[in-house]
């Protein structure tokens, strides 16, 4: 393997200004950070005066930050039957990549959303036609946004490479559109990760649907939940059900050293730190 440092990090807090974000990142040594660029449980969007934005930039120019994510707000459903909810996921949705754009950040994550009432394909359709909208709304070349892989919890699509395949091709623009895999989601919507042969399989399964190159991030979670339990239920590395040779899969997967990686574990165990715990063993399973 390389001798390069591996492209990893955390999402961390904005509380008290963005640049905390990249001011904590920096503190474990991260190269890699995801952070909110809003309250991301109310529909308030935030007005980001110049002097943030700049103040946001130069902290990111003096880090050793190689890669900014964003995670859209866990209100917008793109692909809502609700017109009124989806019109209001759409404008929020075009304010995310307007802000990420300005702010410099490169990949903004979002969830594909659920069709609630009406079925898959009407849903898949839907969540289409919202991005279709809320890139035109946006008129942004940058960020790429990337459609994450979900648990399956309910009528939530994304659950399956099919459907995110299917919603990318009908939005176009490959040029600004990608994937990120999260490990708890697709563990527990039946994607065996924890073995090497059925690790293989997975990744073989997610090239030819929709491209290794279409993937530009991962989120390293454990899964409290079992295999194909539909629960979405972060666990710290190594102590859920995908265990820790899963996660030495992916460290040492040469396929994706250039793919930035993201913890979202809980941060806290007992009243300690967890995010230098999981960071470390991330690092320790890297074969040197």
Known sequence: MSTDPPLLGAHFSIAGGLENAVLSAEHLKCNVVQ???????????????????????????HSRIRYLL???????????????????????????????????????????????????????????????????????TSPRLLIETTAGQGTCLGHTFEQIATILEKTGNPGQTGVCMDTCHMYAAGLDISRPATYQAVMDEFDTLIGLDRLFAVHLNDSK???????????????????????????????????????ETPKEKNGKPMDPVNIKRLLDVISR
């Not at 309250?39 to 930039?57: C, G, H, M, Q, Y």
């Not at 707000?73 to 019109?87: C, H, Q, T, V």
């Open 70 to 140: 964003s995670h859209a707000s866990y209100l917008i459903n793109i692909a809502s039957d609700d017109p009124g909810k989806r019109e209001q996921s759409v404008r929020s949705l075009a304010s995310e990549l307007c802000r990420s754009s300005r702010l410099g950040i490169e990949y903004l994550v979002l969830h594909p959303g659920a069709f609630l009432s009406s079925d898959a394909a009407s849903g898949m359709e839907r969540a289409a036609r919202s991005l279709k909208q809320a890139f035109e709304e946006a008129n942004v």
């Open 35 to 61: 952070m909110f660029t809003k309250n991301a449980r109310t529909w308030k969007e935030p007005v980001l005066d110049e002097s943030k934005v700049r103040t946001f930039i130069r902290q990111r120019k």
């Open 225 to 263: 939940a079992s295999l194909g339990s539909k629960k979405d239920r972060h666990e710290h590395i190594g102590e859920g059900r995908i265990g820790i040779t899963g996660f030495k899969l992916i460290m040492n997967d040469r396929r994706l050293k250039s793919v930035p990686k993201v913890l």
